[in-house]
């Protein structure tokens, strides 16, 4: 069974770059689509970007400008930088895998807070 | 590429049964069958409870069921137990390898 496992800085200062990785274990990355998802303390759920296993990206618009999703095969890795942080980047962030060509998250990591604040 | 709109709250009683709506346009859940819903717990990661607009994962209960209509998705829960209070949310794909979720409904059961 995948497990994902997100890692990285708890707590991150403003206007520098917020950067987490997800491991995965039980299956490898060298397949499906990795994507990551944050959630504001109280509020909802938003999708950030994914990246396949050949290194093909897709972003959030509203993020892209900020954001980096990257893969190490080597380590069945993925990573995110998000960059010039603020408060409002403030939240939990999973890393999750995209099912097939369906388009869903099946499989999520517990998720991790990360807090901007200096 | 905006959220997708759900209630904020709805509520039931043990046994019966609700429906929440998720309204996107026609550049997202209008224009695919790629509609999927999420529950989740307090505290806990988001478990996928239908894909595809109506499919269930194995392991999720056939009380809980999905479908569509136009530009509006709709996640129904029967029976309702109270495991089941969590919140919900839908989730589309918009089109240009980009994902949209809604806002979270929050269900309670009374």
């Known amino acids: 069974q995948v497990q994902l496992q997100e890692s990285g800085p708890g707590l991150v200062k403003p206007s520098e770059t917020l950067s987490l990785t997800c491991t995965v274990s039980g299956g490898s990355i060298s397949s499906y689509y990795w994507s990551w998802i944050r959630q504001p303390p109280g509020k909802g759920l938003e999708w950030i970007g994914y990246?396949?296993?050949?290194?093909?990206?897709s972003y959030n618009p509203s993020l892209k400008s900020r954001v980096t999703i990257s893969r190490d095969t080597s380590n069945n890795q993925f990573s995110l930088n998000l960059r010039s942080v603020t408060a409002a980047d403030t939240a939990v962030y999973y890393c999750a895998r995209i099912g097939g060509g369906s388009w869903d998250f099946d499989c999520w990591g517990q998720g991790m807070l990360v807090t901007v604040s200096s | 590429q905006s959220a997708l709109t759900q209630p904020a709250s709805v509520s039931g009683s043990p046994g019966q049964s609700i429906t929440i709506s998720c309204t996107g346009t026609s550049s997202d859940v209008g224009s695919y069958t790629l509609v999927s819903w999420y529950q989740q717990h307090p505290g806990k990661a988001p478990k996928l409870m239908i894909y595809e607009g109506s499919k269930r994962p194995s392991g999720v209960s056939n009380r809980f069921s999905g479908s569509k209509s136009g530009n509006t998705a709709s996640l129904t829960i029967s029976g309702l137990q109270a495991e089941d209070e969590a919140d919900y949310y839908c989730c589309s794909y918009a089109g240009g390898s980009t994902l949209v979720f809604g806002g979270g409904t929050k269900l309670a059961v009374l």
């Open positions: 990246i396949y296993h050949s290194g093909t990206t």
